[in-house]
């Protein structure tokens, strides 16, 4: 069973069968620069969390200055050029938690800077991990495939949401793909 911090055995009433619930202690880890990404993360937790699993977030801090204008088009262009960047200390233990959700913005078909850092800090902490990818409109797929190589381990789900999806909480194209990747990882506990 691994680490999962608690296991509930509910016996149906007749007798007939037991069956296993798993709880897991999920930390949704996320670089959010507009806000976007924090909101979409932070909607995923509290979907776990109403599931009875323990959801901790966290924000990573970049420790480059990625405000305005310039703060955007230099992170544009560290993605791009793969280049490091610093983040902030991150609280979790991140190897306590039995799945780590990253969410990050889609920079130039691939991850933020920030969101690369953790995960070359800590991939040989990290059990099992889902990505998130907000975006405008495309380059989820880099993004991806860019976290699995800086994770070391494949996703066991990836959720990749619209950036106007998410400021207008739209139902359909929001709401119901964050419920649809928390089932989803559920299934995999």
């Not at 909101?39 to 966290?58: M, Q, R």
């Not at 953790?118 to 409109?137: I, K």
């Amino acid at each position: 069973m691994g680490r999962r911090e608690e296991t509930i055995l509910a016996t149906v009433v007749n007798g007939l069968h037991t069956s296993e619930v798993v709880h897991m202690r999920v930390l949704v880890v996320y670089y959010s620069r507009s806000g976007v990404t924090r909101k979409a993360c932070e909607a995923i937790a509290a979907s776990l969390s109403v599931a009875g699993h323990e959801a901790v977030t966290e924000e990573l801090i970049d420790k480059t200055d990625r405000e305005g204008m310039m703060g955007w088009l230099a992170g544009g262009r560290d993605a791009t050029l793969k280049k490091p960047t610093a983040i902030g200390p991150v609280r979790a233990e991140v190897g306590a938690f039995d799945l780590v959700v990253i969410g990050t913005p889609v920079w130039a078909f691939t991850c933020a800077p920030a969101a690369r850092a953790f995960c070359e800090q800590f991939a040989g902490q990290l059990q099992r991990v889902a990505f998130v990818a907000t975006m405008g409109g495309s380059g989820d797929r880099g993004a991806y495939e860019a976290m699995e190589r800086y994770c070391g381990k494949a996703p066991v789900a990836t959720l990749t949401l619209i950036d106007k999806h998410i400021r207008s909480d739209d139902a359909e194209r929001y709401a119901a793909k964050v419920e649809a990747f928390v089932q989803e990882l559920m299934a995999e506990a």
